[in-house]
């Protein structure tokens, strides 16, 4: 576990860019070029930190969670169930749905999943790439709701902790793991490694 936590916070380091307002690009491995060798030590960090939580399916939301969530619903040999952010005409069929406030985009759309494929009782993981303010995990667990579906637990690759979404998560009673904790980003900072800091028992 520690050594893929390295890895991650090690790419975050190099790679990752504290922008204004709060937010972490990190478009050359996560967000845009995907590491799919990353990807795939998250999915396993998932898969062992999540071990014994009988879920039925890991749930996400396109497009970024989808890479991170696929290796983990891999790792744990579980479908993937991707929440949609637009409607579409091929939709069938009824829809479970909850307006979410974008972080990064400050606009609201429209979550939603089709009903059958998240049936009553079932036990779900929900995993994403980012937690800000919690809003996407929390419309998330408002579907779960609507199927009578379980929140089983919730995988974030990299939480924001001086943001609110963690104190908001924890009220929801599941598990929550974090591959990476930011606990501060200092935006125009040359040196990357003193301009984003971890949690130190990361
Ligand atoms: P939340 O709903 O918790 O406010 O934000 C989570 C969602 O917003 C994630 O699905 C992620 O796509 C996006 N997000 C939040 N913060 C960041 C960030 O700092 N960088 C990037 N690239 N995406 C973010």
């Known amino acids: 576990m520690g050594e893929q936590l390295y890895a991650l916070q090690r790419r975050i380091i190099e ?15 996560v967000n845009q070029r995907v590491d799919m060798r990353l990807m795939k030590e998250i999915g396993d960090a998932f898969a062992r930190r999540f071990e014994g939580i009988e879920a039925g399916c890991v749930m996400t ?33 009824e829809r479970l749905s909850t307006p979410v406030r974008s972080f990064t985009k400050d606009t609201t759309y429209e979550m939603s999943v089709s009903r059958e494929y998240l049936p009553e009782g079932a036990r779900v ?41 963690r104190g908001r998560l924890e009220r929801l009673g599941a598990p929550i793991v974090s591959l990476a904790r930011i606990t501060k980003m200092r935006p125009g900072e040359r040196d990357a490694s003193q301009s984003i800091c971890f949690y130190e028992e990361d």
């Open 15 to 29: 790679q990752g860019q504290a922008l204004p307002g709060g937010v972490l690009r990190v478009d050359s491995f």
């Open 125 to 165: 993981l929900f995993v994403d790439d980012f937690l800000a303010t919690g809003e996407a995990a929390l419309g998330a667990a408002r579907l779960i709701e609507q199927a009578g579906a379980i929140l089983a637990g919730i995988g974030i690759v990299i939480e924001k902790s001086f943001q609110p979404g």
């Open 61 to 93: 939301v396109e497009s970024s969670g989808i890479a991170p969530a696929g290796m983990t619903a891999l790792a744990m040999g579980l479908p993937l169930l991707v929440c949609k952010k637009q409607s579409s005409k091929a939709a069938r069929g």
